[in-house]
């Protein structure tokens, strides 16, 4: 039996050598750069799936690509879910996160270090009513290079830094994150007491606009649909397709949720339903 697997999500490193060892052992055939444009559709079931002018035929398609995403490469009477629905759901935030090389060790720090000293009612306002930039953001450090010597060379430390954004902002250039960047490392110097500015020898950011154009994620969310009552377990977009009986869905969009280990817990579930679905068939 063929199944097709449209993985597209955001794991962590070790998780992503894990998966291909898996599915490795398993003889899963991995293909690699290859955005999926159609999902092709015959007598209510997906026959195949078109990517750079080829056809992958398969027996059962399931998708870990952003669950609108997936959608979008149906034809429209087999989606699920309308766009009024997906504008409708309360979305967890998006991030603006910065990477950031330093040529010296950074003092009273620890591997994971929250900076919420500034009002945290505030912050939460702009993700959730007004959908704006936070004026004074709070945000999450890691210096991994504080546990592991191998992130960071000898001296040197690595830090990574994460402020949650509204998701859909539609300003995300190099003039804001510059501007956040300046108040990140701003913050960072009073509270350690130590002048880092010139200390930085590498820098990167990732956002919003990255989000989408990297992952195809809704409005470049980071985090799935935020965990309201009216979107948990049963209310959250269906694992299996109403409108095609070979698709399949699994990830942060679905049961049982965000996060790394709940989207692998996710697959798990998937798996059973698709044994169990293809048993009684």
């Known amino acids: 039996m063929r199944t097709l697997v449209l993985a597209h999500g955001i794991l962590k490193e070790v998780c992503i050598w894990l998966l291909k060892k898996l599915s490795s052992d398993l003889g899963v055939k991995i293909i690699y750069e290859t955005a999926a444009d159609r999902i092709n559709i015959k007598d209510k079931k997906v026959v195949s799936v078109s990517s750079k002018g080829i056809d992958h035929e398969c027996d059962i398609l399931l998708s870990g690509a952003d669950y609108h995403h997936t959608e979008t490469l149906l034809p429209a009477d087999y989606r699920q879910y309308s766009e ?42 702009a993700i959730y009513d007004t959908k704006t930039y936070p004026e004074n953001p709070l945000f999450y450090a890691s210096f991994p290079s504080k546990t592991d010597a191998d992130a960071a060379p000898q001296g040197k430390e690595a830090g990574i830094f994460l402020i949650p954004l509204a998701p859909g902002l539609k300003e995300d250039n190099e003039e804001i994150r510059k501007k956040y960047y300046n108040i990140v490392l701003e913050r960072l110097e009073k509270a350690t007491g130590q002048s880092l500015r010139d200390n930085v020898i590498f820098y990167d950011s990732f956002s919003v606009n990255d989000f989408i154009s990297e992952y195809n994620s809704y409005k470049g969310n980071a985090y799935g649909l935020a965990n309201t009552l009216l979107q948990t377990h049963v209310l959250k977009p269906a694992l299996h397709s109403k409108k095609v009986k070979n698709l399949f869905f699994t990830g942060q969009l679905t049961v049982p949720g965000p996060g790394v280990p709940p989207s692998l817990i996710s697959g798990k579930i998937v798996s059973e339903l698709i044994i169990k679905k293809n048993q009684s068939s």
């Open 84 to 125: 009024s629905y997906w504008q409708s759901r309360t979305f967890a935030p998006s991030a603006l996160l910065f990477y950031i090389g330093f040529d010296k060790k950074i003092e009273n720090v620890s591997h994971h270090t929250l900076f919420f000293e500034t009002d945290f009612e505030a912050h939460a306002r």
